[in-house]
C-alpha cells in the first residue's frame, strides 16, 4: 500500500488462481530401411485446453548409418 500522493493497493501478482497444467500425448515411430536409412517421426497432442498450444505437434527425421 501506498499514501503518496494518494492511498492506493497494487497486487503483488496478476497470475490466476487456477491450475494450469499442460497435459500432453505423443506417439513416434522409427522405422529402418536395409539400406542404412532411418525414418522417424512422431506427434505431440495435447489432451487436455491449458494454454497457448497448437492442436498438433509434429517433428520428422532421417538419419543415414555409414
Known amino acids: 500500500t501506498y499514501d503518496k500522493p494518494f492511498r492506493r493497493t497494487i497486487s503483488v501478482t496478476n497470475i490466476p488462481t487456477e491450475r494450469d497444467d499442460l497435459i500432453n500425448g505423443s ?13 522417424v517421426g512422431n506427434t505431440l497432442w495435447p489432451l487436455n485446453r491449458g494454454g497457448l498450444r497448437p492442436t498438433v505437434l509434429w517433428t520428422a527425421g532421417l538419419e543415414y548409418n555409414f
Do not use: N, P, Y
Open 27 to 39: 506417439f513416434g515411430f522409427k522405422f529402418t530401411t536395409h539400406a542404412g536409412i532411418t525414418l
